[in-house]
């Protein structure tokens, strides 16, 4: 019976060969920098000291998946989180793929999301503890609506001199690694932050809200932040997972249903007070698929 280790930075070069197998050395390249290299790389808070755990048959690796471990404030408690990614597993070791997860399912005082599932396990998956974050989002064109409020003023430059509160201000840096823009928008004295990554869906370049600090003042500003991100970042279109917008609707707006469900398990959190900071969202710049 093949044996579970957890995945420490001394194996990355055996792991990037496993998923090498069976590909062509300029295919196994651009595989291993754009989507597995980045898991070794990553250098967020946290106490852990693997990124994952392999299945062992025999001393050979036979399997891996990853793991985005962080610890971040949210509602001024120091939170763990645990998104899994990259789940491989040779076929001859397939009936064997759930060992590779049950470490994770015993964490302790940790939120462990699976973000890019199809929806076609998801039974699979609930049954192992896990529920629904979300499958839906509001896709909303940047064009419409822009009837902005008065007295918005966008935040431009470096985002250091912006004088965010430290918790803000961690996240920005955390991300500034990646494709992950910030956007901050004020009005009254009052502050709007913005996460966005940029994806291709429907042949068209779509700005996707990775997080927002405020729900309410995120819906009063959004005429002028469809215009800075029309006019800033070329984008015709926002996505907004559904559960970040606490069951409020947006006018000139479509609903989507993804073919892929994102998964969590926490004793601890509710989905809406779940973002997609810190997770192969943000890592890879994928939008519902993690080989989009």
């Known amino acids: 019976m093949a044996q579970v280790a957890k995945a420490r930075l001394e194996m990355a070069d055996d792991i990037y060969r496993f998923f090498a197998e069976g590909l062509e050395p300029a295919a ?25 755990h392999v299945l062992l048959d025999r001393g050979e690796i036979a399997g891996f998946v990853g793991a985005f471990f962080v610890q971040r404030p949210l509602g001024g408690v120091e939170r763990r989180f645990c998104n899994l990614t990259t789940w491989k597993v040779r076929e001859q070791n397939r009936n064997e793929s759930i060992l590779l997860i049950l470490p994770f399912l015993r964490l302790k005082d940790c939120t462990v999301t699976g973000r890019t599932a199809a929806r076609g396990i998801f039974a699979i998956h609930q049954k192992l503890g896990f529920s629904l974050l979300d499958d839906r989002a509001i896709i909303v064109p940047t064009l419409l609506g822009r009837r902005a409020a008065a007295g918005v003023e966008v935040c431009g430059g470096d985002p250091l001199i912006w004088k965010l509160p430290e918790p803000e201000l961690r996240l920005v840096q955390d991300h500034a690694p990646y494709r992950c823009r910030p956007v901050l928008l004020q009005k009254g004295g009052r502050s709007l932050l913005v996460m966005l ?4 869906k429907f042949r068209v370049t779509v700005a996707c809200v990775q997080y927002l600090s405020d729900v309410g003042l995120f819906l009063e500003l959004l005429p002028q932040l469809k215009e800075e991100v029309s006019r ?17 609707g ?19 959190l509710e989905p809406g007070a779940i973002d997609n ?3 192969e969202m ?10 989009y």
């Open 28 to 52: 196994a390249r651009a595989q291993v920098d754009k989507f597995y290299r980045p898991i070794f790389d990553c250098r967020w808070s946290r106490e852990e000291d693997h990124f994952g």
């Open 197 to 200: 990554t940029l994806a291709q």
């Open 232 to 248: 800033s970042l070329g984008a015709p279109f926002l996505w907004i997972e559904k559960r970040l917008l606490g069951g409020a």
């Open 250 to 268: 947006i006018p000139f707006s479509y609903d989507y249903r993804s073919p892929f469900v994102h998964l969590y398990k926490s004793s601890e």
């Open 277 to 279: 900071l810190y997770t």
């Open 282 to 291: 943000v890592v890879f710049n994928t939008l519902e698929n993690r080989f």
